[in-house]
Nanobody, 116 residues
Framework: QVQLVESGGGLVQPGGSLRLSCAAS????????MGWSRQAPGKQRLLVAA???????NYADSVKGRFTISRDNAKNTVYLQMNNLKPEDTAVYYC??????????WGQGTLVTVSS
């Protein structure tokens, strides 16, 4: 059974930083599109940062220059480094691996709260 487990969320002040981790079991990240999405209360889940299946990176305009996605293939783990955090970044962050057009595996989510 494929599992993705996120960690690293918490409370941070505006301008601060956090690094999220997503550890995978039952699947390898190699060769798949993968990344991070987030969902704020009452809003839709939206893409934040991703690796394409070809290894290129994509970022939402709202996080470009502040967030960096990376991965460690040996540990089968993907990371999201978040710098200069803003209150509007507050959300539950989910990692995912896309195994096909209609086959996406999601983690359980980790809450990030940016507040003074």
């Amino acid at each position: 059974q494929v599992q993705l487990v996120e960690s690293g969320g918490g409370l941070v002040q505006p301008g601060g930083s956090l690094r999220l981790s997503c550890a995978a079991s039952g699947i390898s990240f190699s060769g798949y599109a993968m990344g991070w999405s987030r969902q704020a209360p009452g809003k839709q889940r939206l893409l934040v940062a991703a690796f394409t299946s070809g290894g290129f990176t994509n970022y939402a305009d709202s996080v470009k220059g502040r967030f960096t996605i990376s991965r460690d293939n040996a540990k089968n783990t993907v990371y999201l480094q978040m710098n200069n955090l803003k209150p509007e970044d507050t959300a539950v962050y989910y990692c995912y691996v896309q195994r096909g057009i209609a086959n996406v595996v999601w983690g359980q989510g980790t809450l990030v709260t940016v507040s003074s």
